[in-house]
């Protein structure tokens, strides 16, 4: 019996190792260079063995894009009979001729919608999930039933298998992307996709995700102000500020919103963290604005926090009156908090 005191110091110094065979490759496109379908094909066959059924057919996607159309091939019935006959040819049950003619005129859906399925043996999570218990076998030395099976799969692990549609005679694979760039809080990038496939990327600033247009928008700096007042999503307005403040630093944000800062306070919690809060105004004010006392005539404000966990910079809209960023602050406490008390955090979870 093993138990938490077996993980000596020696141990847990191993941990690191097997996170860099887990993803160095993967990271840095090498992996993505050396793509193998037979490795891929080979993989997904054994987890099939292993439940003892007959060998799938393995249909590979390039990017989501190649992804969403082959599944939405694979919907049709005619395509399906295809898949079907050389199911059967792979397993030694059929001999059917296959006239791939019938594929040139058939009529797809491309509308419909995409499904996959994130099994944990065979997923972008399936390398990290077999390297902690090959971690734990070798490490604590233990022998176990299905050990032949946990070292064949983890030597194979590398298989550039991203996410797959699983059916019993075919299986859609999507390859694991091309490049994936992130920072300690997640995928990040503020020059190209975080997340890059051939002519396929996803875009993410601080692990939160970005629509590629606005994205691409504020690099060229062809978003406007307008824009962002419009978005509804703080988690987006949120990426907006960062992306435009790492990219282009505080000045050329300050130019984006026409804003100024008008109150700045360094505010040292309880809980030992410190943070600096940030009351912004547009120079312009705006007759269709009000502030919470019902004021006309009121320029843009918003309240500037720094989330501790995540590093993001969020702008809450706040009242236009508001001159001191504490008591903005205080205003943006849940309710049941009287105003009176002491902005201050006693515990912090990051």
């Known amino acids: 019996m093993k138990t938490i005191d077996d993980l ?10 097997y996170k860099d065979l887990c993803i160095n490759d993967l990271y840095s496109g090498k992996e993505y260079s050396n793509f193998d379908r037979k490795k891929t094909t080979e993989y997904i066959e054994k987890i099939y063995s ?24 694979l919907q049709n019935e005619k395509v399906q009979e295809i898949v079907y006959k050389i199911y059967l040819k792979k397993n030694n049950k059929g ?9 040139k005129n058939i009529d797809i859906n491309y509308d419909i919608e995409t499904k996959s399925h994130y099994l944990f043996l065979c997923s972008t999570y399936h390398r990290v999930y077999l390297m902690w ?5 070798d490490e604590f030395k233990i022998s176990h039933k299905n050990e032949e099976i ?18 019993q005679t075919y299986v859609l694979v999507l390859r694991m992307p091309k490049y994936i760039r992130r920072n300690k809080i997640g995928f990040h990038s503020i020059d190209s996709p ?17 629509p590629e247009n606005i994205f691409k928008k504020i690099i060229n700096k062809e978003y406007t102000f307008d824009e962002f007042i419009q978005l509804k999503n703080e988690d987006i307005k949120a990426s907006i500020i960062s992306l435009i403040t790492e990219k282009f630093g505080d000045n050329e944000l300050m130019k984006f919103l026409d804003a100024k800062i008008i109150d700045e306070v360094t505010i040292n919690h309880s809980s030992g963290y410190s943070e600096i809060i940030k009351l912004w105004n547009t120079n312009e004010k705006f007759s269709f604005l009000s502030d919470i006392n019902g004021n006309s005539n009121q320029p843009y404000c918003w309240l500037e926090l720094k989330c501790p966990s995540t590093g993001s910079t969020y702008l809450i809209s706040t009242s236009g009156h508001f001159k001191s960023a504490i008591d903005a602050c205080k205003f943006h406490r849940p309710k049941e908090i009287p105003m009176e008390l002491k902005y201050d955090f006693n515990s912090f979870n990051n």
């Open 133 to 137: 218990y090959k971690f734990i076998q």
């Open 50 to 73: 292993i439940i003892k059924r007959d060998k799938p057919v393995i249909i590979i996607a390039n990017n989501p894009n190649d992804y969403k159309k082959k599944f939405a091939m």
């Open 95 to 103: 001999n059917d001729q296959i006239n791939l003619d019938v594929l």
């Open 150 to 167: 946990l070292n064949w799969l983890y030597d194979n692990s590398k298989n550039n298998i991203s996410r797959c549609y699983f059916t």
């Open 8 to 17: 000596t110091p020696e141990i847990r110094e191993n941990i690191q190792k």
């Open 194 to 210: 975080a997340i890059e496939w051939e002519n396929y990327g996803m875009y993410y600033i601080n692990g939160r995700k970005l």
